[in-house]
Nanobody, 118 residues
Framework: QVRLEESGGGLVEAGGSLRLSCLLS????????MGWYRQAPGNERELVAS???????RYADSVKGRFTISRDNSNNLVFLQMNSLKPEDSAVYYCAASLDGRYGPDYWGQGTQVTVSS
């Protein structure tokens, strides 16, 4: 079975940086579009960034220029480098895997909390 395991969340001051990692196991990593989503209390889950197997990327307008998504196809890992963090970036961040990027994710991780203090 496919499993996604996130790591790297935590508490950081505004202006700081964090790097999230996600390991996919149980399937062939190169088949999937990989994405990071986030959900803050009272808000809907939203796409933050995604990367195709060929490393084409897409970002939410709110994080462009601050966040970078990347993937390591050899080690089944996807990363989200988050710089210049703002309090409004605080949320639970979820890793997701999609067999077809036109549709929603097929698999989700359990999420990792990111809290940015002002």
């Amino acid at each position: 079975q496919v499993r996604l395991e996130e790591s790297g969340g935590g508490l950081v001051e505004a202006g700081g940086s964090l790097r999230l990692s996600c390991l996919l196991s149980g399937s062939i990593f190169k088949l999937y579009d990989m994405g990071w989503y986030r959900q803050a209390p009272g808000n809907e889950r939203e796409l933050v960034a995604s990367v195709t197997p060929g490393r084409s990327t897409r970002y939410a307008d709110s994080v462009k220029g601050r966040f970078t998504i990347s993937r390591d196809n050899s080690n089944n890992l996807v990363f989200l480098q988050m710089n210049s963090l703002k309090p409004e970036d605080s949320a639970v961040y979820y890793c997701a895997a999609s067999l077809d990027g036109r549709y929603g994710p097929d698999y989700w991780g359990q999420g990792t909390q990111v809290t940015v203090s002002s």
